[in-house]
């Protein structure tokens, strides 16, 4: 079952070596996975990659 577009939904992540979650409209969640997947990385990569 696909949740609302509007819901917030959690995810936790582990960037380095700390634990956090984000959480995103399923929408967004959903277009970040997507992103990762067509760069092939992994959604921690892919957020791991936005840090400076």
């Known amino acids: ?3 609302a577009p509007g819901r917030i ?4 992540l582990v960037i380095a070596g700390h634990g956090t979650s984000v959480s995103l409209e399923a929408a967004f969640l959903d277009a970040l996975r997507e992103w ?9 990569a892919s957020v791991a990659a936005g840090e400076s």
């Open 9 to 12: 939904r959690k995810h936790s």
């Open 36 to 44: 990762a997947q067509e760069h092939e990385m992994g959604m921690l």
């Open 1 to 3: 079952m696909t949740p």
